[in-house]
């Protein structure tokens, strides 16, 4: 009886609040957007976004009494050991954790009771780090670039890299341990090793996954990976006469280092690294790069680069909801810097300056107000990166500096690029993708509804299309190889 009334109240507390948010939205219609902090545009508020559904205006205001992102954004960028940001970062890895186990384990269940005689496996998988990686994919100013680094690179070290898969798409089973779980719901573990050691099977696709969390959050066990691997298995639907899928799916989350801990370019070599080793070690595998958020940008670097240097290998670059523009001066930067609970504005800048170590200048620390668009546009200006964003080199941050040749449609990789109406990323995510629209025939643009990754959630129109589209890719590789 005590759980029944703690849901009830639970209820009522979410139709309350929701109430109370719809009559302030009807009385504040009328003040569509208010001066934002420079004085000079304007913004909307949570409750009266246009692009916003009712539930994802709520969640925003929840949100951020849960994980306070903004109050990050008051501490120094540059210190990784602050008990505010640790906290924070402490509370949001559990939260992920959570979200990670409850999507492996629908996973788990659709693979055992759609797939005959399959399940799913999962575990940490080693590929080595190059610390050479930018010279030998033939970046511009690599050497400079690394000497202007602020920390210096970890040298013969190895990447972590979470693997999910049915087991049809591993040829060695011995490296699946016994499973515990006597029921077997859940899936079976992988055991620790070096991806060299693991064979696939030579129809498999490999999703090449970096998650989210604007290079200072996150982890390789990102639940956005699962579920969007398990709507592309869904989707495809696809049965061969022993009633499994076509092709096996192998996702490779990234556990890719993070600032301020490990600043610029390290994401950036973690990336490369694995994508090199997986075009040369799995010369028969179609391979398909996707992330989100700040993943999302990384998919996109690390997308073209590796098409850049393995032209036909990569087949599909996703760039789910990315997050570009450093500079953060995008006019919906300016229209949502007040809306956005899951993406405030001022914690993106202090994620970018954690990135970039804008707060340390010629050995000196200086401070940001991040709330402050020319504030923090002086700081990049100021910053040892200034000379660098101006140049080819800055294609490690915003790719459309410096495209590759997409024209080629038998060789380019087909590029999805996803943004959200409500989203301080959206504009540069467009901008991303009106570039390389006019040197590629293979790009779509999924354009949805919502709050940076709520749209997720409450446009699933626009996801199932985005899932739709991406599953054509693999149909198209499946029928090329088997003709």
């Known amino acids: 009886m ?4 703690l849901v009830d109240g639970i209820s009522f507390s979410t139709f309350l609040a929701a109430s109370i948010m719809a009559a302030v939205g009807i009385y504040q219609a009328t003040k569509k957007r208010k001066p934002n902090e420079d004085g000079d545009a304007y913004c909307y508020t949570n409750i009266n976004h246009p692009e916003k559904c009712l539930m994802d205006k709520l969640l925003s205001s929840i949100f951020p009494l849960i994980f306070p992102l903004s109050k990050m954004s008051k501490q120094p960028s540059y210190d990784d050991d602050n008990e505010i940001v640790k906290t924070i970062t402490q509370k949001f890895s559990k939260q992920g954790q959570k979200g990670f186990e ?10 055992r009771n759609t797939i005959s005689s399959d399940y799913l496996v999962s575990g940490d998988v080693y590929v080595p780090r190059d610390p050479d990686i930018l010279g030998k994919f033939g970046i511009p100013n690599a050497e400079e670039i690394l000497r202007m680094s602020t920390k210096p690179q970890d ?3 190895e990447i972590v890299i979470q693997l999910i898969c049915p087991a049809s798409a591993i040829k060695d089973v011995s490296v699946i341990e016994e499973p515990k779980d006597v029921k077997g719901k859940g899936p079976k573990k992988l055991k620790a ?3 060299e050691d693991i064979r696939f099977s030579e129809n498999a696709h490999v999703v090449l996954w970096f998650h989210g969390g604007g290079f200072v959050l996150g982890s390789a066990k990102d639940e956005f990976a699962i579920g969007r691997v398990l709507d592309l298995m869904k989707c495809q639907g696809r049965q061969n006469k022993d009633k499994s899928f076509a092709p096996p799916i192998i996702l490779l989350s990234v556990e890719y280092r993070l600032a301020p801990q490990n600043p610029f370019p390290s994401a950036i070599i973690d ?3 694995a994508s090199s080793f997986l075009a040369e070690r799995f010369s028969t595998n179609p391979i398909h790069v996707a992330g989100i958020s700040a993943g999302g940008n990384l998919s996109a670097i690390v997308g073209l680069e590796s098409h850049r240097k393995y032209p036909g290998k990569f087949k599909s670059i996703v760039a789910d909801i990315p997050m570009f523009e450093p500079t953060s001066a995008t006019e919906s930067h300016r229209l949502n810097s007040q809306s956005s609970g ?8 202090w994620c970018w300056s954690a990135y970039f170590q804008l707060e340390q200048v010629n050995d000196k620390k200086v401070t940001i107000d991040f709330s402050s668009e020319v504030s923090f546009i002086d700081a990049f200006d100021s ?4 000379k660098f964003m101006n140049s080819q080199a800055s294609r490690l941050v915003s790719p459309t500096a410096d495209l590759p040749d997409l024209s080629n449609d038998d060789d380019s990789p087909t590029i999805l690029v996803m943004t959200a109406t409500a989203d301080p990323l959206h504009d540069a995510g467009v901008d991303f993708f009106k570039c390389v629209e006019v040197k590629s025939k293979k790009c779509v643009h999924i354009e949805s509804k919502g709050s940076h990754v709520l749209n997720n959630t409450f446009d ?3 996801v199932k299309k985005l899932i739709e589209e991406w599953s054509l890719v693999f149909s198209a590789t499946a029928t090329t190889r088997d003709s």
């Open 460 to 462: 699933k129109s626009a």
């Open 271 to 273: 990336g490369l690294s």
């Open 193 to 195: 090793c070096k991806l």
């Open 155 to 157: 040298s013969g070290a």
């Open 2 to 5: 005590r759980n029944e009334s």
């Open 383 to 386: 910053s040892i990166w200034s």
């Open 102 to 111: 409850t999507k492996l384990e629908e996973y788990s269940k659709f693979v």
């Open 342 to 349: 899951i993406c405030p504005v001022d914690f993106l800048r």
